[in-house]
Each structure stands twice: as C-alpha cells, then as structure tokens.
C-alpha cells in the first residue's frame, strides 16, 4: 500500500484522496484509497477475528459498489439484519449457499473490489463454514474467473 494512504486515519480523508487521485489520472492509487476507506470501516466495526473482519470489509466493499451504481449512498440493510440475527459467519454461510448472482461480482470487479466477495472469503478460511458453502464458493469463483 502506498505510504501515503497506509497514513489516512478515517474512511472520509480516503473518500477524498480516492477522488483526488481518479481527477488527476492515477485509478491506481484512488483503488488503493478505496479499499483503504473498506479497512477503516471494518476496524471500526471492530469484528473480533480475522475472518469475520474480512466478511465485514466484504460488506462495506458490497456497499460502496451499491452506492456507485445507484448515485447515492447506499446501505445493505438486509445483509446487515441478517448478521444481527444470525452473526457474520452463518449471514456468509447462507449467502454463498444461495442462488448464484453473477451481476454483483461483476460490478465488485468495475470497481476493483472483486477481492471481497464472501466466496473468496470461504475459500480463504474453510474450516470455518460448510463442504456445502465451500463446494458453492469453489465453483462460483471458477465461473468468475472463466467469464
């Protein structure tokens, strides 16, 4: 990570780099702000282990992609309930289990957040879900990556 954004200390000041740096034609350091914005929220949410904080970041990447696409700030109020009611890992355990969404990877990709899907995130920590979500998550990524 550039030095410079490894010192932004909130989520708004890499809002505004991230801005910054696209109006002056380097995407690559507005990425990099980007997802320094997703770690600042996941620290403040403060997820108790290194799996849950990537399902959180996951989250918040999930987020700034809605918010994009729809011009506006937006909230994933349903994911969000779901983990009040049955905790990140089972939320993450239920959502890869589902049907397939295509559409939400590849506008994670546009925005260079393809890094935080839940799939990716089963895959990195398999003892934590099922042979169930972890076959879904293995297969989804193969079809990602092939299309």
């Given at each position: 990570?550039?030095?410079?954004?490894?010192?932004?200390?909130?989520?708004?000041?890499?809002?505004?780099?991230?801005?910054?740096?696209?109006?002056m034609g380097?995407?690559?350091?507005?990425?990099?702000?980007?997802?320094?914005?997703?770690?600042?929220?996941?620290?403040?949410?403060?997820?108790?282990?290194?799996?849950?904080?990537?399902?959180?970041?996951?989250?918040?990447?999930?987020?700034q992609m809605?918010?994009?696409?729809?011009?506006?700030?937006?909230?994933?109020?349903?994911?969000?309930?779901?983990?009040?009611?049955?905790?990140?890992?089972?939320?993450?355990?239920?959502?890869?289990?589902?049907?397939?969404?295509?559409?939400?990877?590849?506008?994670?990709?546009?925005?260079?957040?393809?890094?935080?899907?839940?799939?990716?995130?089963?895959?990195?920590?398999?003892?934590?879900?099922?042979?169930?979500?972890?076959?879904?998550?293995?297969?989804?990524?193969?079809?990602?990556?092939?299309?």
């Amino acid at each position: 990570m550039n030095e410079i954004i490894a010192k932004l200390k909130t989520p708004d000041e890499c809002v505004i780099f991230e801005k910054n740096a696209a109006n002056m034609g380097r995407a690559d350091l507005a990425v990099e702000a980007r997802k320094r914005a997703i770690e600042l929220r996941a620290l403040v949410y403060g997820a108790p282990t290194e799996a849950e904080r990537e399902c959180i970041e996951a989250i918040y990447a999930y987020e700034q992609m809605l918010s994009v696409k729809n011009g506006k700030k937006t909230r994933a109020f349903r994911t969000w309930q779901l983990i009040k009611k049955h905790g990140i890992i089972e939320t993450v355990e239920r959502t890869v289990t589902r049907e397939d969404d295509l559409a939400a990877y590849d506008l994670l990709s546009k925005q260079a957040l393809e890094d935080y899907t839940f799939e990716g995130i089963v895959l990195r920590h398999p003892d934590l879900f099922s042979p169930e979500a972890l076959g879904h998550s293995q297969r989804r990524m193969a079809e990602w990556k092939s299309a």
